[in-house]
Structures are given as C-alpha cells and as structure tokens.
C-alpha cells in the first residue's frame, strides 16, 4: 500500500498555542476532566471528533477523577455501535492502532492508504482492506504517543462530515496542533492516572550488562554470548544476573523485557 510524504504547517498565534496547551496540561486527576473538554472543543471547532486512547494494550477506558468515560461522556461517542473501546478484539484488528506501533509522527489513512511525513514502508504493508468495517471510520487524521515502559497511546480526529474521505487539507491545517495538545493532554494523563511503578527509579545498567542483555535478547545463550564476548561463562552469568537484581526482575526473560522498555537494547535487526 502506498505511503504518500507530506508535510504539516506550524500553527500560527503562538500565543493562542501556548494558551491551549496549558488548558489541555493535566497535573492532578482532578485536571483531566476540564482538559478532556478543551480537546473535545477543539476538535469540534475544526470539524473533527476525537477518540483517544492511552495505551492500545489495556482493556481499561479512559476516565476522569469521577469515573466518567471520556470517549463516551465528553467525547460523544454514544450512537450504536460507535462505543469502539468495548470491542477489544478492535486494538488488534484495526489498522489504526496497528499503524501507531510502527510510527511515531501524525499521520492521516482512508481505505487508499497512509499519508506520512516520510516513507514508511511498514505501513505500506499494513492490510486495509474493508477499512471503513474495521476502523469504524473512511478516513482519519491520527496521533500516536510513544510513552516511557513501551506504552503506546492511539488518539483518532474524525471528521464530522462522516462520508469525508480526503483528510489532506485538514491535516495540513490543523496536524500539528492537535499533535502537540494530544501529546501534552495524554503524558498528563498517564502520570496523573498510574498508581504502580513499574521499574526501580534511577536503574543503571553498564556497558558490559548491556551488551549481555543485547546478545541475550537476540536469543544467545550464555555459553555462545561467553565465546561472543572472550568472556567466562560464569561472567556473563553475572552480568546478567546483576543486571536482573538493578531491575527487580524474577527472571531472565523479564530482565530482558525491561531492559527493553528503558530503552537500552534499541530496536533490534
């Protein structure tokens, strides 16, 4: 599927940007409510509805410090068929959450294809046959955010006028907007609404535990990473193990996937 290369327009008044993105900062639970109906207005001064999502691998829906569903209450997703995050088999068949696990930039899709800052072939082979049965939509302006731990956030802008196809014009008008308020309503989110730490603060692995876990990861046993390295076997135990201890991982495979979500094994081959 081809991937068409655009690019998007700064926002003009920096001063209207700058008030929008305090309105839509979210320091506290108590935030999210009023910053959740400035992204509703937002969009819908431009024609738009938006649908977000903080984290494609939950079940859980978005919520206020009340408990209201955002997507239902304040972003007005009421009419039958169109509660998307109670289908959950949705973020797994849906190529819009499917494309923001392999781009990072604002983009927007129809039934033709993505519509990308740059070339992405990874898209290009994503399916988007009966798109509009799957998405739940013809055409999208999308904004992925890639948080800290892996956690991947998909936020949709749809037009109102729902036979709307081509999204070109708006996302030139407004993709960088509603991709900075976006990303800045949806860190806020995720920090004002996780309750567990998931890894220990300041972990520092060095250079030779890396380099363990890199090789580990690829699938190298200890003895091969030992003959890789010039190093005993039972080194590389250790660097592993301490490595493991730094991350209050139980076992190797979890070491290994948290040291990945820190960022320290890169994108493998």
């Not at 940007?17 to 409510?33: A, G, K, P």
């Not at 209450?73 to 973020?91: K, P, Y």
Request: aromatic share 8%; glycine share 4%; net charge negative.
């Amino acid at each position: 599927m081809a991937a068409n290369v655009i690019e998007l327009r700064t926002p003009q008044g920096r001063e209207q940007l700058e008030q929008l993105l305090e309105e839509v900062t979210i320091r506290c639970i108590d935030d999210i409510h009023d910053a959740a109906v400035t992204m509703a207005r937002v969009a819908q001064e431009r024609g738009m509805q938006i649908a977000m999502c903080d984290d494609i691998s939950s079940k859980e829906p978005m919520v206020d410090a009340e408990g209201t569903i955002l997507n239902a209450d304040i972003f007005r997703w009421l009419d039958d068929g169109a509660r998307w995050w109670e289908d959950h088999r949705l973020a797994l068949h849906s190529p819009l959450p499917r494309a923001c696990r392999y781009e990072s930039e604002p983009f927007w899709v129809n039934e033709s294809g993505f519509n990308t800052r740059w070339r992405n072939s990874y898209l290009e082979e994503l399916d988007l046959t009966d798109f509009e049965k799957r998405s739940l939509c013809k055409a999208a302006i999308v904004v992925p955010v890639h948080l800290p731990f892996g956690q991947i956030s998909a936020n949709s802008f749809i037009s109102m006028d729902r036979d709307k196809t081509d999204l070109s014009e708006e996302f030139a008008l407004y993709g960088s907007l509603f991709s900075q308020l976006t990303r800045r309503f949806i860190a806020g989110y995720v920090q004002a609404i996780r309750t567990k730490r998931r890894i220990p603060s300041d972990c520092v692995l060095s250079k030779r535990e890396v380099e363990c876990l890199r090789w580990a990861a690829i699938g190298k046993t200890d003895k091969e990473i030992s003959m890789i390295l010039d190093r005993s076997h039972a080194t590389i135990r250790y660097h592993i193990h301490r490595a493991g201890e730094k991350l209050d991982s139980v076992n190797r495979a979890q070491t290994i996937f948290k040291a990945g979500q820190l960022g320290y094994l890169g994108a493998s081959d």
